[in-house]
């Protein structure tokens, strides 16, 4: 997506109210959120580019709308990877069992006005 898009994109997403299903969760970006806007958006720690293209991703169900997700699988430059989000999931937790429940807490990602 381009930088537009992707701002677009969380000013939806990462808006969503804490503690409901559909809290966005992150890794490499950091923004500020003020009402239904989010502002002040770095990936991997840069300003985002409004004209630089981004790929990213998201589990299936969030990219067909779920949950109130801006759909996104109809986007020209989607591809669907064939991954099942549960499986990945288990695959993760088999890998690095015991889980450190710890070294997944928010730090401060997403400020909130």
Not at 23 to 36: E, K, L, P, R
Not at 54 to 70: M, W
Not at 81 to 96: H, M, Q, R, S
Request: net charge negative; no cysteine; aromatic share 10%.
């Amino acid at each position: 997506m381009t930088g537009k898009e992707v701002q677009d994109y969380l000013n939806v997403v990462g808006t969503m109210t804490k503690d409901s299903g559909a809290y966005a969760q992150f890794a490499g970006i950091s923004m500020t959120v003020d009402g239904n806007k989010v502002t002040n958006i770095k990936i991997g720690g840069k300003p985002l580019d409004p004209k630089a293209t981004y790929r990213f991703t998201v589990p299936s169900f969030n990219a067909a709308g779920g949950d109130g997700y801006p759909k996104i699988s109809d986007h020209p430059a989607f591809v669907n990877t064939g991954y099942v989000d549960a499986e990945v999931l288990k695959e993760f937790i088999e890998k690095n069992s015991p889980i450190d429940v710890s070294k997944f807490e928010p730090k401060g990602e997403i400020a909130e006005k």
